[in-house]
Structures are given as C-alpha cells and as structure tokens.
C-alpha cells in the first residue's frame, strides 16, 4: 500500500479550510487511517472545525484503551464513535465561542483491509474506488440536490449544474440530529482508494480523475496532477486529495 495526500488553496479563496490526515502504518488499533475534512464557517471557524475534527478522530484511536479488544468487525464502530466524539467537540467549541458560532465540517474516512474498505462519512467530501475499468463513488453527498436525484425530482445531470448544488445538508458541528453514514465495502479489484473534498470534484469529472488516479507515475505525482488540474479548471475552492493504491503495479 502507497499513499500521498495533498491540500491546496485554490485559486479563489483566502484561506485553505480543508484538513488532511494520512498514515499507512498502524495507528492505536487500527491498520491505517485516511481522512478528508472540508471546514465550513466565517472568518477561522471553518479551518478550526477541519482541524479539530481531525485531531479528535487521530487521538481518539491513538489513545484507545480497549485497543486489544478491537478486530476488523469493529473497526466501523470505532471509527463512527470516534467521529459522532469530533462532532460533540467542534459542538462544544462553536457553543462557547460566539466567533466559532455555526462552525462545521465535512468528513470522511477510510480504513482498509485485505478485504474491505471502512467508510464513516458526513457531508459532500468523497470516497471513490478505482478499478481497471471504472470508478465508483462509495459515500452519498448530504446535500440539497442529491437529495431531490433520489427523489427524481431532477437528474444526475441536472444535479452537475444545478444553482443549489453546493447546499449541504449534514456536516460534523450539528448538535442535534446528527448522524454519521457508516460502510463497509469490499475491496474486489479496487486498485486505488481516492478521498476528497469537493473543490476537487466540483473542477473534475469522475472520467477525468480516473484517468489521472490510472495514469503512470508515482503516487506522488498523480495525487498533484488531481490539484494542478482543479487549478487549472478554476480552483473556485480548497483542493485536497488523499491517494491510497493498493494493488497498483
């Protein structure tokens, strides 16, 4: 297993809200960790919520008293709990610091295994599975218009260019009615496991991160040609990106 992970500014905004953490090796209980998180908030709420979301989830599993009690069949609930702890956290923050009110967060993140890839997912940051042959989206955007294709109010396509398309209906910083989509998906012939924030996939396709994630090069490499590209296509928000291969030769 490989990984790179990148954040970036953007062309467009002030300040980068978006937080990364990646690690191959093992952290507390757990084989790996990876994890997206896009702030959301006025002045340094959103970066504070992104980062502090983040630093709950590591040290939360790092620290984990029961870690001998955890095997794979548990990593999901782990990983849940931890989150659902970084929302009371960032709740907590936002409560007690009029400057920090409304603060929030999208997250995702990834455990993988021999067999399986654990997701625990809120907001519209992205989990994607390459193959040879195709991408697939693992996690479901909480927002406005992904809500209406369910309900066939409008199209997929529709939803690409929709006025409302970045109206988000969940993020971590909720204090009531929160809730984390948790997921267990199996590996198959998944090559590589792409994390991100939607100032990647509102700038670029599926098909076309697919065909940087399947290019040549190293890891490295084609984790910044996903952000040059974003920039080049108008980089209207953070960038972030981490890029697990797994089985790539």
């Given at each position: 297993m490989y990984v790179a992970g990148l954040t970036d500014i953007g062309r467009s905004r002030s300040q980068n809200q978006d937080s990364i953490f990646f690690t191959s090796v093992p952290i507390g209980p757990l084989p790996n960790l990876f994890i997206v998180a896009d702030g959301l908030g006025g002045h340094n709420a959103g970066e504070v919520a992104s980062t502090k979301a983040v630093e709950f989830i590591t040290e939360y599993v790092r620290d984990f008293k029961a870690a001998e009690f955890v095997k794979s069949d548990n990593?999901?609930?782990?990983?849940?709990?931890?989150?659902?702890?970084?929302?009371?956290?960032?709740?907590?923050?936002?409560?007690?610091?009029?400057?920090?009110?409304?603060?929030?967060?999208?997250?995702?993140?990834?455990?993988?295994?021999?067999?399986?890839?654990?997701?625990?997912?809120?907001?519209?940051?992205?989990?994607?599975?390459?193959?040879?042959?195709?991408?697939?989206?693992?996690?479901?955007?909480?927002?406005?218009?992904?809500?209406?294709?369910?309900?066939?109010?409008?199209?997929?396509?529709?939803?690409?260019?929709?006025?409302?398309?970045?109206?988000?209906?969940?993020?971590?910083?909720?204090?009531?009615?929160?809730?984390?989509?948790?997921?267990?998906?199996?590996?198959?012939?998944?090559?590589?496991?792409?994390?991100?924030?939607?100032g990647l996939t509102n700038m670029l396709d599926d098909q076309k991160i697919k065909d940087i994630v399947s290019g040549t090069g190293f890891i490295e490499h084609r984790a910044k040609f996903l952000i040059e590209e974003a920039n080049m296509r108008g980089g209207l928000d953070n960038i972030s990106a981490v890029l697990i291969d797994i089985n790539k030769n």
């Open positions: 990593y999901l609930d782990l990983l849940v709990t931890a989150v659902q702890g970084a929302n009371a956290k960032v709740c907590e923050m936002a409560k007690t610091n009029p400057e920090m009110q409304d603060m929030g967060t999208t997250l995702t993140a990834c455990i993988i295994t021999d067999e399986k890839i654990v997701l625990a997912h809120v907001g519209d940051s992205r989990a994607y599975s390459i193959t040879k042959d195709e991408i697939n989206q693992l996690t479901a955007d909480h927002s406005y218009v992904e809500s209406m294709v369910k309900t066939g109010e409008i199209t997929a396509e529709e939803a690409l260019t929709h006025p409302d398309r970045h109206m988000i209906t969940r993020v971590l910083g909720m204090p009531e009615l929160f809730e984390v989509d948790g997921a267990v998906k199996p590996i198959g012939d998944t090559i590589s496991v792409l994390l991100c924030s939607d």
